[in-house]
């Protein structure tokens, strides 16, 4: 009768949570039981194991064994805890490791043959493990460079049970059938992001980009097709900052868990960009999915840009799902066994055309539509999701004088410099508070004394308030572009000045504040 333990991490959102891997062998008719509420994917990790351990040489104890997850009350999901499975079953029955087994990590998936194949998420799975004090980890060797990336993990990359049944003492052999998966480095490529150069004219626009940029800001452009809109919000990240370290181990982490992570190139250091198709799904943009939820579109643009083109095409109910990460800078979906927690503070942009042909800018003469397709199709984008977002641009055609009169345009790098600047001085305004951005300030901290907002541009905000030219929503979110404004002026305070400007950004230039 043997009985051993060893650990494992299953994922829950993107937290790690620490799973002790129990294995019992008794006497009794052989069988292999497994509990602990594991999902379809561990329930079939008793056939993958024992297959994987018989490939090795391997005699399968021909007794009853029982394993238990613990805790038992925690949903457990994924491929990864076939390793840890096998190697408790294999201690249970007489592998000589019992007290390294016991405070090591294994994390994997594996084949038939014996191959530890990569799973999703090593990244947060490897950190919640060191996070609880568990730092010695054993990953598959196509997960090495990922697991890595997490400071003060020691990581032991295997390609077959095998290697790993003979570090620990027992004897094993690699069957010839196995292909021997060789991990080589992949040389990083250099990304080279849309420089602001490239756009011509559209002053106003950009320089509604550069104020998104500086505070974090929404922003919604609307004009026709071929002005620029698609053009300039693909420039919005080359604009952004670097993320600093623990932006980047948490935005790597998501993107670890949806695939689409390459380990080689180390931690995500530049501002996500994501676009997705306007026929895209509400489990695709928001995420979902059955069993584990993946995370989805804004979720991976986290700290980034995500970018909705031809946004009134998008499906209402993935609009309105916007709702919720716009406000809260996180995403909650809810499972029968569980809710799993994502980031989501993103910058939104939409980008539309004004009516369905497109051709409504200006006086409108060339569009077909009637009024009431115009007011239908800028109607699905709907008045809660427009009043949250802060800059609202009309992007007008590109005429020939327009072009004659414009400057050189700036390069991304010189706009960049000043929107470092201002996020420098949000930084140091901001310290100690948990906001990071002017962005992320709630209004009512704005709008008190501690928020040191002076009387006139008090006053002159309670008047647009008073017109019904804003929301109370709306105020607080012109208080902020206000603030981004003085930060790219370098003001210690804004202006009557600066709100006129901000609300001008906001209604579309209809407003005389």
């Known amino acids: ?164 049944v003979v570090a620990y003492g027992g004897e094993a052999f690699r069957p010839d059938s196995a292909p021997v998966d060789l991990v080589r480095p992949v040389p990083a490529e250099t990304v080279t992001e849309p420089d602001l150069r490239d756009v011509r004219g559209q002053e106003e626009a950009r320089f509604a980009l550069e104020v998104a940029a500086a505070g974090a800001h929404h922003l919604f452009l609307q004009g026709s097709p071929g002005t620029g809109k698609t053009m300039l919000a693909a420039r919005l990240p080359g604009l952004l900052p670097d993320l600093p370290e623990s932006d980047a181990v948490e935005v790597s982490a998501v993107h670890s868990i949806s695939g689409t992570l390459d380990a080689a190139t180390g931690l995500l250091r530049r501002p996500p960009f994501e676009d997705p198709h306007h026929t895209a799904t509400v489990a695709a943009v928001v995420g979902g999915g059955s069993g584990f939820p993946r995370p989805g579109a804004v979720s991976r643009a986290h700290r980034g840009v ?16 916007l709702r919720q990460p716009l406000e809260h800078g996180e995403l909650v979906l809810q499972r029968a066994t569980g809710s799993a927690r994502y980031p989501a503070r993103f910058q939104l942009v939409l980008a539309a055309n004004p009516c369905p042909c497109g051709k409504a800018s200006g006086k409108g003469l060339a569009c077909s539509c009637s009024p009431m397709d115009r007011r239908r199709y800028l109607g699905r984008l709907s008045g809660p999701l427009l009043d949250r977002i802060d800059l609202q641009v009309d992007v007008p055609p590109v005429t020939r004088a327009s072009l004659a009169i414009a400057d050189a345009p700036e390069p991304s790098a010189v706009v960049a410099a000043r929107v470092a600047s201002a996020r420098r001085r949000q930084h140091r305004r901001l310290a100690g508070t948990g906001w990071r951005t002017n962005a992320e300030v709630p209004g009512a901290w704005l709008r008190s004394d501690e928020g040191g907002l002076p009387a006139e541009v008090r006053v002159a905000l309670e008047r647009a308030l008073d017109r019904g030219a804003l929301s109370m929503r709306g105020l607080d979110r012109v208080l902020r572009v206000s603030w981004t404004l003085a930060d790219l002026a370098g003001q210690d305070r804004p202006t009557v000045t600066d709100v006129g400007t901000a609300l001008a950004l906001r209604t579309r230039g209809s407003s005389d504040a």
């Not at 019992?24 to 069988?31: E, K, N, R, V, Y």
């Not at 995500?306 to 799902?321: G, H, I, K, S």
């Open 1 to 164: 009768m043997g009985l051993a333990r060893t650990w494992a991490v299953s994922l829950l959102g993107l937290t790690g949570h620490l799973v002790e891997v129990e294995a019992h062998i008794s006497q009794g008719l052989p069988a292999f039981a497994l509990v602990g509420l594991p999902d379809t994917a561990v329930n079939e990790a008793r056939e993958r194991v024992r297959a994987a351990v018989t490939s090795c040489g391997i005699t399968w104890p021909a007794q009853r064994t029982t394993v238990n997850l613990s805790p038992a009350s925690l949903p457990k999901s994924g491929t990864g805890l076939d390793l840890a499975l096998a190697i408790a079953v294999l201690v249970a029955g007489g592998l000589p490791a019992r007290d390294r087994a016991a405070r090591t990590v294994h994390l994997g998936e594996l084949g038939l043959d014996g191959r530890l194949h990569p799973v999703r998420g090593i990244l947060p799975a490897v950190a919640a493990a060191v996070a609880a004090g568990r730092t010695e980890v054993v990953v598959p060797a196509g997960s090495a460079a990922e697991a890595r990336l997490v400071p003060g993990a020691e990581v032991h990359a295997i390609e077959h049970l095998s290697e790993l």
């Open 306 to 321: 995500l970018l909705l083109d031809e946004a009134p095409e998008f499906a209402p109910r993935v609009l309105q799902t």
